[in-house]
């Protein structure tokens, strides 16, 4: 198994630019997570999925779509990129409820 | 709300035990959970606990739950140099997601 899969690993937009961050997970986990994390802030959760054609917002969603149309991927959208939105962006996946969290390797993405 | 609490930092002499300490407030969180993150990478899962339990060893590690006083700590024994990483504790909140802390530096000193 690849496990959680996330491209790309590095990105640099302008600020108005849109741009999809990937994620896959090939474990046939339902709940998918979107978090970023800033220094000193730990992992904020902004988007989540608990199975295909489900998705909620999470603590912070303002500037981000996402969508689950099969159970393997889960997009996540920035409609028009901002500088507050450089960050770290992680993938997660788990079978379900509160069990074990599995974690990609990060996009780092900088809007200027 | 939700808010789980670490301090920033914690400097350990190799050899040494290391304790990071995380405080929660869901009283009604069903797992808490140890991350590792070491510099470029994703989080990795060390180790978690029921909200039942008081303690938990495996190997090195030793978790410790005080619900009274919504307390976690990690105790890593003999701490090694491949210990420096950033150290996240995280407590499940409903059945939807994990709330983290704003992670530990752990730092090693020869």
């Known amino acids: 198994n690849a496990g959680v899969t996330q491209t790309p690993k590095f990105q640099v937009l302008k600020t108005g630019q849109s741009m999809t961050l990937q994620c896959a997970q090939d474990?046939?986990?339902?709940?998918m997570s979107w978090y970023r994390q800033d220094p000193g802030m730990g992992l904020r959760l902004i988007h989540y999925?608990?199975?295909?054609?489900?998705?909620d917002q999470g603590e912070v969603p303002n500037g981000y779509n996402v969508s689950r149309s099969t159970t393997e991927d889960f997009p996540l959208r920035l409609l028009s990129a901002a500088p507050s939105q450089t960050s770290v962006y992680f993938c997660a996946s788990r079978r379900g409820g509160a069990d074990t969290q599995y974690f990609g390797p990060g996009t780092r993405l900088t809007v200027l | 709300g939700e808010d789980v609490e670490q301090s920033l930092f914690l400097s350990v002499r190799e050899g040494d035990s290391s304790v990071i300490n995380c405080t929660y407030t869901d009283s009604s969180s069903t797992y808490l959970y140890w991350y590792k993150q070491e510099p470029g990478a994703g989080l990795q899962l060390l180790t978690y606990?029921?909200?039942?339990?008081d303690m938990k060893q495996d190997q090195r590690l030793t978790v410790l739950l005080n619900k009274k006083d919504k307390h976690l700590s990690l105790r890593i024994a003999d701490t090694q140099t491949g210990d420096s990483a950033i150290y996240f504790c995280a407590e499940t909140m409903g059945a939807q997601k994990l709330v983290f802390g704003q992670g530990t530096r752990l730092t090693i000193n020869p």
């Open positions: 474990m046939n986990h339902e709940y």
């Open positions: 999925s608990v199975g295909a054609g489900i998705t």
């Open positions: 606990i029921f909200s039942n339990m």
